[in-house]
């Protein structure tokens, strides 16, 4: 599932691999998603919403506070994570594209960034390997 040089561990593996089956199934029905996050922790995977419903047209504010719940339930866990949400990628030549971002966190808090493009054919989703880069 993950092409390239990245080696992501097999919980996160498991947790984007449900997350995109998640996606691909959401978005032939709306234009983009809400954005969410996943935990694994001792073989059991588990959901985060934002609990904030009255700021929902901004999203990123939807996202920062995803990123607070994640860290306030696997503060002194063995916890992997991700956060999940809507992207748009500008190629080399300025082409846009629909993505899914997936934001990984290993147990060890090592993060990496994955951007996964998508297309829309036939009232399906075609979801491409994914793009990613280290965390900073």
């Known amino acids: ?23 691909e199934l959401m978005l032939p029905h709306s234009q983009a998603f809400y954005p969410f996050a996943a935990l694994y922790e001792d073989g059991k995977v588990g959901c985060l919403f934002a609990d904030d419903l009255t700021n929902t047209q ?15 339930t696997t503060t002194d866990t063995h916890s992997d994570s991700i956060l999940v949400y809507a992207a ?11 993505a899914i971002a997936i934001n990984a966190t290993d147990s060890s808090g090592n993060e990496t960034v994955l951007l996964y493009p998508y297309k829309r054919i036939d009232g399906k989703i075609l979801i491409s390997p994914p793009m990613n880069h280290s965390a900073s």
């Open 58 to 72: 901004n999203e990123s504010y939807l996202i920062e506070q995803l990123q607070w719940r994640i860290i306030d």
């Open 88 to 98: 748009t990628v500008t190629t080399e030549y300025q082409k846009q594209l629909d």
């Open 1 to 23: 599932m993950i092409n390239g040089p990245i080696q992501l561990s097999t919980p996160l593996q498991t947790l984007i691999r449900k997350a995109l089956t998640l996606c």
